[in-house]
C-alpha cells in the first residue's frame, strides 16, 4: 500500500476514465450521529442512475451494524461528504474497484488492493431432478 502520492499517481485516464453518474454515496451513520471521520471507503459499481458507488465508513461499524444497510447506510450528495472532508475529493474520481483507507493517526489516504468489495448477491437454487424443480414450483 502506498500514500496517495501526486508524483506517482496514475496517467491520466488510467484509473479515473469511467463515465461519471450519479450523485450520491453510502455513508455510514455514524459519519454524523457520532461525528467520526470517514477513514475507509471503496467504490462498487453504481447500483441505480443517482448512484456513484461509493461506500463510506469510519471503520467502528460492526457486523450488526452493516447487516442493517437500510437503517445505517445514508445516502448522501458526493459533494455534501467532500465539502465534509475535502482530503475526499481526488479520491472519488477512481473508477469502480478502488478502496482507499487511512489509520487514526494518519492524515494521508492509501489504496488498499487486498479488500473484496462486496457485492449483491441472489440465492438461486439450481437442480437437474425435474421433480425437485416442479415442487420448488408449486411453492411460488
Known amino acids: 500500500m502506498k500514500p496517495l502520492n501526486p ?8 484509473e479515473k476514465a469511467q463515465t461519471k453518474n450519479g450523485f450520491l454515496a453510502l455513508v455510514s451513520r455514524l459519519v454524523f450521529d457520532e461525528k467520526l471521520p470517514i477513514r475507509f471507503m471503496y467504490k462498487t459499481v453504481p447500483e441505480h442512475l443517482n448512484d456513484t458507488g461509493w461506500r463510506m465508513f469510519t471503520g467502528y461499524e460492526t457486523d450488526e451494524f452493516l447487516a442493517n444497510e437500510q437503517l445505517n447506510l445514508l445516502p448522501i450528495p458526493l459533494d455534501k461528504v467532500c465539502n465534509l472532508d475535502p482530503a475526499l475529493q481526488e479520491l472519488v474520481q477512481y473508477n469502480a474497484g478502488t478502496v482507499w483507507e487511512r489509520t487514526p493517526d494518519s492524515s494521508e489516504w492509501q489504496q488498499v488492493h487486498d479488500f473484496k468489495i462486496p457485492s449483491p448477491t441472489t440465492e438461486v437454487e439450481i437442480t437437474n431432478d425435474i421433480e425437485d424443480f416442479l415442487k420448488s414450483r408449486e411453492g411460488s
Not at 508524483?7 to 488510467?14: C, I, L, V
Open 7 to 14: 508524483d506517482t499517481a496514475p496517467e491520466p485516464g488510467y
